[in-house]
């Protein structure tokens, strides 16, 4: 008998849940599961006081109705309060606004190296042993697990930007990230290095526009 493919996966964290959403279904089927998580298979675990719940969507693009459906939904079960609606395409509205974007539909295996010169987007993951640099940006819509350098000819204006960052190394211009366990990060979903006063540091995606405000006016 096949496995059931779930739609929604829900994880406990210190901070409340996250709720994985699959990005590759139809959104009623998505919708379907949720309401199930919530009524029947997860009650047990989603009763009780109030809970921070953070949705990831993955590569998934919703409209503004399809928002409020998944808001309603969840606001039904009273105790859950949303404390965040992520979807990687976030990295897509970036990306757009720059000059001499290589896009790549690929999975980077152990000991392949891609370099660009300009912004390189990877739709994929680099595994461990794989190597992306740039003379520019770094975006990568999947897990970045391999080795990434930014801004190879010493621009310390570039940044890395992952779905999923566990690096065996990140690099800016010159500088080389500190060990992956020693961020402080529990959770690396949607994130993104530059660099600080001379430093590597690592921050949520939207919170780009702090660092390059240029990014998003499209």
């Not at 919530?38 to 009780?48: D, E, M, N, P, V």
């Amino acid at each position: 008998m096949a496995a059931i493919k779930h739609l929604v996966t829900i994880k406990g964290v210190k901070e409340g849940l996250i709720f994985l959403f699959d990005d590759t279904c139809k959104f009623d089927a998505l919708m379907n599961d949720l309401r199930t998580k919530l009524t029947k298979t997860h009650q047990s675990i989603l009763s009780g006081p109030d809970i921070q719940v953070q949705i990831r969507l993955g590569n998934r693009v919703i409209t503004d109705n399809q928002k409020e459906l998944i808001t309603g939904i969840i606001a039904k079960r009273g105790n859950l309060i949303i404390r965040s609606i992520d979807s990687t395409p976030e990295l897509m509205k970036v990306v757009e606004s720059t000059n001499h974007l290589k896009i790549l539909k690929t999975m980077i295996r152990s000991g392949q190296t891609i370099h660009h010169d300009g912004d390189i987007l990877i739709l994929g993951d680099v595994n461990p042993g794989g190597t992306i640099t740039s003379t520019h940006d770094i975006y990568i819509l999947g897990s970045l697990r391999g080795m990434a350098h930014a801004g190879i000819n010493g621009n310390e204006q570039s940044i890395i930007a992952s779905s999923h960052m566990k690096p065996t190394q990140l690099r800016i211009a010159g500088v080389i990230s500190r060990p992956p366990d020693e961020w402080g990060i529990e959770e690396a979903f949607m994130e993104f290095a530059y660099l600080s006063d001379g430093q590597m540091k690592i921050d949520k995606v939207v919170n780009i526009h702090r660092v390059r405000p240029d990014a998003l006016e499209l």
